[in-house]
């Protein structure tokens, strides 16, 4: 059973335009979410991060958003750049987990120039 | 900066055999994760530790086993190698308090054949 679902396997975008991907969670113990992004050969990255008590967290050109009534998160990339091409991995934590991630299936990012 | 250093970074195992797949930090970070990730997948959690001495089970440890003797070691052991034991394991790292934002080594990709 999926906890953590990234149901777009890939998205396309062009240079200079928005890239929003998108993250859906079922279990209501998690607390804390983060965005992880990942190139080919390389372990992954943090990118952003959001505790359950805020609803928008941003850095640069990177903005993450929450709906907690939803049980999901984005995460939007203004504006996109070919360098961003890379898989995404959106991951949770529960409170008192010790911080144990459970991560998305990914989605894979392409910036078009 | 070495940060997260795994070794090796490639090995092919014959079903049956055993091996131990290296990871040390260098930041002197209490928190230590195993993951793996098969093809198409998120990363699931193998073992963690939260400081010298002290593992616990993740989602799917079945296979394997750990240790935790020093602050920068987290070797993770595999026994009587099986098919799909083939993946690739990545190691991570955090310190205390960092709410899930973990360093990543660049992964070991592992078959067993």
């Known amino acids: 059973d999926q906890q953590v679902k990234q149901n777009s396997p890939s998205l396309s975008v062009q240079e200079g335009r928005i890239s929003i991907l998108n993250c859906d969670y079922t279990?209501?113990?998690?607390?804390?979410f983060l965005w992880y992004k990942k190139y080919p050969a390389e372990g992954p990255t943090f990118l952003i991060s959001?505790?359950?008590?805020?609803d928008k967290n941003e850095d640069g050109r990177f903005t993450v958003f929450l709906n907690k009534s939803a049980k999901h998160l984005s995460l939007h990339i203004v504006p996109s750049q070919p360098g961003d091409s890379a898989v995404y991995f959106c991951a949770a934590s529960a409170l008192g987990s010790n911080y144990k991630l459970t991560f998305g299936k990914g989605t894979l990012l392409t910036v078009n120039p | 900066n070495a940060g997260v250093t795994q070794t090796p970074k490639f090995r092919i195992l014959k079903i049956g055999q055993s091996m131990t797949l290296q990871c040390t930090q260098d930041?002197?970070?209490?928190?230590m994760y195993w993951y793996r990730q098969d093809p198409g997948m998120g990363l699931k959690l193998i073992y963690y530790?939260?400081?010298?001495?002290?593992?616990d089970k993740g989602e799917v440890p079945n296979g394997y086993n750990v240790s935790r003797s020093t602050t920068e070691d987290f070797p993770l052991r595999l026994e009587l190698a099986a098919p799909s034991q083939t993946s690739v394991y990545f190691c991570a790292s955090s310190p205390q308090g960092a709410g899930g934002k973990l360093f990543f080594g660049s992964g070991t990709q592992l078959s067993v054949l």
């Open positions: 930041m002197n970070h209490n928190y």
């Open positions: 959001i505790s359950s008590i805020k």
């Open positions: 530790s939260v400081g010298a001495g002290i593992t």
């Open positions: 279990n209501s113990m998690f607390d804390y």
